[in-house]
């Protein structure tokens, strides 16, 4: 396993997971609701950032791996999803959302790892859709997290709104992927069967 500071900082990343998460077990009398969630929203933030930063990193620094090409993803599901998963515990993400979310992070993970396998991945690679998919859950996430208003502007009212955003996208960009992958799957299927 390679080891540079591209991979050094989605590792920390992934670390950073159980610390936000721990923040909404701590008893309430250690910690203020609205610390905690300027905490964990802060945190998210900078996990986010170091995936964006990471990436950069990599390509600038010739530090690409495929442990890398395969760590980063995984981050960053895990990060998303733990974050839902938080969130629809404190009910300010809806279940459906984040049923959506999770499922397609899910779905897609498998058909690239199955499309990887028969040698067939450039049919899923990563397309824009995916892209704004992202940026619209990695902007509402910390909204959600933070569920207050900053500087007059409703941070609920906008986090709500880009993660329905990011549900329509994740929906969208799935299909997309799908449909690139579908005559590969249809003639491997049809070549085992």
């Known amino acids: 396993m390679p080891i540079n500071l591209p991979i050094a900082l989605t590792w920390l990343r992934i670390a950073m ?3 936000v998460v721990a923040l909404f077990y701590v ?3 250690w910690i203020s609701v609205p610390v905690r969630d300027t905490v964990a929203a802060f945190a998210f933030i900078v996990a986010a950032l170091t995936d964006w930063f990471d990436g950069w990193l ?12 395969f760590l980063d993803p995984v981050a960053d599901k895990l ?12 009910n300010r993400v809806d279940t459906f959302i984040a049923l959506i979310i999770i499922g397609r992070e899910i779905t897609i ?13 450039g049919s899923v690679a990563v397309h824009r859709l995916g892209k704004f998919k992202t940026v619209a859950q990695m902007v509402a996430i910390p909204c959600l997290l933070y569920w207050r208003p900053l500087y007059g502007v409703s941070l609920e009212l906008l986090g709500e709104v880009l993660i ?3 549900a329509v996208l ?5 299909c997309y992927y799908l449909q690139r992958a579908w005559p ?5 299927s049809g070549r085992q069967g």
């Open 17 to 19: 997971i159980p610390l």
């Open 27 to 29: 008893p309430s009398d």
């Open 58 to 69: 990599a390509r600038r620094w010739n530090q690409t791996s495929s442990f890398g090409a």
């Open 79 to 90: 990060m998303v999803c733990a974050a839902l998963l938080v969130l629809l515990d404190l």
């Open 109 to 121: 993970s498998a058909l690239r790892e199955w499309m990887a396998k028969i040698g067939a991945s």
């Open 164 to 166: 329905v955003l990011a």
């Open 170 to 174: 994740t929906v969208w960009s799935m």
């Open 184 to 188: 590969e799957i249809r003639d491997k």
